[in-house]
């Protein structure tokens, strides 16, 4: 048997607290103690309005940071401070520890099931594309794209556009990485793509303040599912995770929830017609 002194004692005191499952709950309790008397969470962003936006005087709002602001503020933390991230850096940037939180309408998908502790969903949104006036090339799905051996489509870095363009057979050399919605929307009217696509919402913001008669939104995107998206924690911070989803319920029954998201044009009653299970078993 071992030694009985400290190291002993402490050992039994560890092995204790892993039986009892406590090792986790108090390491993260420790992360939300931490972001409390730090004042913020550090969130990750894609500055892509409707789900997320940066103003000219740098306040950050866009459905999702309006939420997340909101839970950690009852959660006892002030306040949100955003860093803007391509989607392929938010994972990684999450698990070295750069944010405490992604709230940028990072869908759900079995991947990053796997690799993030996701909440409860929060936006729900189709996809679609943005081309020249007309749809001259006739798109209507990323195998139309992919079978135009001429055609090239413009998406987020690591997003869902770009692994569904990718899934659909375009060509890794026809899919253009773009790095946000602003570029993609001067590339097409450049004609250096033929098609930009990103969520409906988003995609219907950028042509609002366009104001470009020269453009045309296909919508929704045939045969690319509905997503949902959910604030992705890092594994480890479950406790943390399950701490603001109590509070996402909170505004979900009291209808807080709907008066902050529905003004940007999303609905609640998708987000609560669904599960973080049933979205990350379906895909």
Do not use: H, W
């Not at 936006?123 to 749809?135: H, I, Q, R, T």
């Amino acid at each position: 048997m071992q030694d009985t002194g400290t190291l002993g004692r402490a050992a039994c005191a560890a092995l204790a607290l892993c039986l009892a499952g406590a090792l986790p709950v108090a390491a993260d309790e420790g992360k939300l103690e931490a972001l409390r008397a730090q004042g913020f969470a550090r969130v990750a962003i894609a500055n892509e309005p409707p789900y997320t936006a940066v103003a000219a005087d740098g306040k950050v709002s866009g459905a999702a940071p309006d939420v997340a602001r909101e839970i950690f503020k009852r959660l006892g933390v002030a306040d949100i401070v955003a860093s803007i991230s391509e989607y392929g850096a938010m994972i990684p940037g999450l698990m070295a520890g750069r944010f405490d939180v992604v709230t940028a309408g990072l869908f759900m998908k079995p991947e990053r099931c796997a690799a993030v502790a996701y909440s409860e969903p929060i936006l729900c949104d189709a996809e679609a594309m943005l081309v020249k006036k007309g749809n001259p090339k006739g798109f209507k799905s990323y195998a139309d794209v992919a079978k135009d051996a001429s055609a090239t489509i413009g998406a987020p870095g690591g997003g869902t556009e770009e692994k569904l363009s990718l899934d659909a057979g375009v060509p890794r050399e026809r899919v253009i990485v773009v790095p946000d919605g602003q570029s993609g929307l001067k590339m097409l009217q450049d004609g250096r793509i033929d098609a930009y696509s990103l969520p409906v919402l988003s995609i219907n913001d950028l042509v609002k303040k366009a104001n470009d008669p020269d453009l045309e939104v296909v919508a929704p995107v045939v045969g690319a599912p509905v997503y949902c998206d959910g604030a992705a924690f890092a594994r480890g911070d479950e406790a943390l995770r399950d701490a603001y989803d109590a509070e996402l319920a909170k505004l979900k029954e009291s209808g807080e929830f709907a008066k902050i998201i529905e003004p940007y044009g999303f609905s609640a009653a998708a987000a609560m017609s669904t599960t973080r299970d049933k979205l990350c078993a379906a895909m």
